[in-house]
C-alpha cells in the first residue's frame, strides 16, 4: 500500500454559494483541497463529502475593529480567547487595536503579537499600530517600520488625534508610506466625560452627555485634511447622521474616505441606557434613532463600507460598578452576523450578498489587501486559500452570554433571539470551527 499522495479534497455539496466579489449567488458545489479551493476533484485521491444543503458558503468573514487586550490585558481577553471568539463568529481574519499595554507602538509589541497568534493558529490576526508613541497623541512612531513588521493600518483607538498638526503630519507620514490611517473621532473637549449620548434620555437620567459634535467635528477636519494632503483615511465605528452625511460627501468628492459602523449602532438607541445596565455603555455611545437611521441609511447606500465589532471585552467586575463609573465597550465577535443580519437583512434592506459584501470584501479593499497578499483576497475563485465563513441563514437560536467563548460577557444582547448561526469557519481549508449543530455533517468520511 503507498500513502496517498494527495491531500483529501473537500466537497462541499449543494450549500448557496454566495462571492460578492464574482456577483455570484446560487447553489453548487465548492471543493477546496491542501487549503485551496480547486475546480475538479481528483478522480484518484481521497474525497470528503460534506452536505452543505441549507447553508450559506461564503468568503471568509474579517473584522477590521477587535480589541484582543493581549498584551496587558489578559485578565479581560488573551489573542487565544479573542481568536477562538472571532471563529465562532465566523471571521477567518482580525484586525486588533493598538490600545494595549504597552501600546502597540514598536516592531517588538507587533511581533509579540504576531507569535501569540501564531501559537493560536486560530485565524489570522493583523495588528494595527499606534499612529503616536503610547497613543499620546504628540509623537508620530515610525510608520514605515511598523508596516514592515505587518501593521495593516495606523490608529490611536481609544483615543483621537485631536492636535491639528501632529494629525496633518500623521496625514502626510502616511502618504508618503502608503499607510491607512484609523480615527477614533472624538474631540474630548466636546465629549467633555460623557457617559451617554448627550439628549433627553441622559438629562432625563441625571447623567453627562457625549456630544454628537465630538465625532463630527473630528470627522470634519479629518477630510479637510485629507483634501489637502490625499492620504487614505478610515473613520471607526461611526455614530452620527452628521458624521455619515460628511463621509458621504468626502467620497462624492472622490477623496479617499472610508467608515464603519457596529451593529449595536444599527439597532439600539440611547433611550435603552434607561436601565442603567452598563453593558449599554461604549463609545461612541449608543445614539437618537435619527442617528440609527441615517446609520443604516449609510450602510445601505455604501456610504459606510464595513460592519465591524468594537470587541471589548472587559472583566465582569470591571463592568459592574454602575453605569456612569463602568469602562466603555461590549463584546460582539459572536454576535455580529445574526445582529447585522437583524438590521439590514431582515428589513429586506440588504440581499445576504448585499451584507457578506461588507464583511468580507470591503474590509479587505479599505486595508489594501489586494491580490499582492492573495491570502487576504476574499474571493472563491480558483487557488484563492480556502478561507470560509459557512452559516445557516434560517437557524434561530438565543444569544446566551455564559456560552461565549470570549472572556468577556458584556453584552447589551443577552437573550435575545436570533435567527443565523455560524455552522463552520475555514482558514487555508482547515476547520478552525464547527458548531455542534453541523458536526455529524463535517465527521468527515472518506470516501476513497
Ligand atoms: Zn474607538
Not at 256 to 275: K, N
Not at 400 to 415: I, K, L, S, V
Amino acid at each position: 500500500m503507498s500513502r496517498p499522495t494527495h491531500h483529501p479534497t473537500v466537497v462541499l455539496l449543494g450549500g448557496r454559494v454566495i462571492d460578492p466579489s464574482a456577483g455570484c449567488d446560487g447553489i453548487a458545489d465548492l471543493a477546496f483541497g491542501d487549503g485551496r479551493i480547486v475546480d475538479t476533484v481528483d478522480a484518484d485521491g481521497p474525497t470528503i463529502k460534506v452536505d452543505a444543503s441549507g447553508w450559506i458558503i461564503c468568503p471568509g468573514m474579517v473584522d477590521m475593529h477587535v480589541h484582543l487586550r493581549e498584551p496587558g490585558g489578559q485578565h479581560k481577553e488573551t489573542i487565544a480567547s479573542g481568536c477562538r471568539a472571532a471563529v465562532a463568529g465566523g471571521f477567518v481574519a482580525v484586525a486588533c487595536m493598538p490600545n494595549t499595554q504597552p501600546a502597540l507602538d514598536s516592531v517588538d509589541t507587533l511581533d509579540q503579537v504576531r507569535h501569540r497568534a501564531e501559537e493560536a493558529g486560530l485565524c489570522r490576526v493583523m495588528p494595527i499600530a499606534t499612529i503616536t508613541r503610547g497613543r499620546a497623541g504628540g509623537t508620530l512612531t515610525d510608520f514605515a517600520a511598523l508596516k514592515k513588521t505587518g501593521a495593516v493600518a495606523l490608529s490611536d483607538d481609544g483615543s483621537g488625534v485631536e492636535d491639528d498638526e501632529v494629525m496633518r503630519a500623521a496625514g502626510r507620514l502616511a502618504l508618503e508610506t502608503d499607510s491607512l490611517l484609523i480615527q477614533h473621532c472624538e474631540f474630548t473637549e466636546l465629549s467633555a466625560g460623557g457617559v451617554m449620548h448627550a439628549g433627553p434620555t441622559a438629562q432625563r437620567l441625571g447623567l453627562p452627555g457625549w456630544d454628537p459634535r465630538a465625532e463630527e467635528a473630528m470627522i470634519e477636519r479629518d477630510i479637510e485634511l485629507v483634501r489637502e494632503i490625499g492620504f487614505r483615511y478610515h473613520a471607526a465605528h461611526i455614530s452620527t447622521a452628521r458624521g455619515v452625511e460628511l463621509v458621504r460627501r468626502a467620497k462624492a468628492a472622490g477623496l479617499p474616505v472610508t467608515t464603519e459602523v457596529c451593529p449595536h449602532h444599527l439597532l439600539l438607541t440611547d433611550e435603552a441606557c434607561s436601565s442603567l445596565d452598563p453593558n449599554f455603555k461604549m463609545n461612541p455611545p449608543l445614539r437618537s434613532e435619527h442617528d440609527v437611521a441615517a446609520c443604516v441609511a449609510g450602510v445601505v447606500d455604501g456610504t459606510i463600507d464595513c460592519i465591524v465589532t468594537d470587541h471589548a471585552p472587559h472583566a465582569e467586575a470591571e463592568k459592574a460598578v454602575g453605569f456612569h463609573d463602568a469602562p466603555f465597550g461590549i463584546v460582539g465577535l459572536e454576535t455580529a452576523l445574526p445582529l447585522a443580519a437583524r438590521a439590514l437583512v431582515e428589513p429586506g434592506l440588504l440581499s445576504w450578498s448585499g451584507l457578506i459584501e461588507r464583511m468580507t470584501v470591503h474590509p479587505r479593499r479599505v486595508l489594501g489587501l489586494t491580490k499582492a497578499s492573495s491570502s487576504n483576497e476574499g474571493s472563491l475563485d480558483i487557488q484563492m486559500p480556502a478561507d470560509l465563513t459557512i452559516f445557516d441563514p434560517e437557524s434561530e437560536w438565543t444569544i446566551d452570554a455564559q456560552r461565549f467563548r470570549t472572556m468577556g460577557r458584556n453584552t447589551p444582547f443577552n437573550d435575545w433571539a436570533v435567527r443565523g448561526q455560524v455552522m463552520a469557519t475555514l482558514v487555508d481549508g482547515r476547520l478552525r470551527f464547527v458548531h455542534s449543530r453541523a458536526a455529524d455533517r463535517f465527521s468527515m468520511k472518506t470516501s476513497a
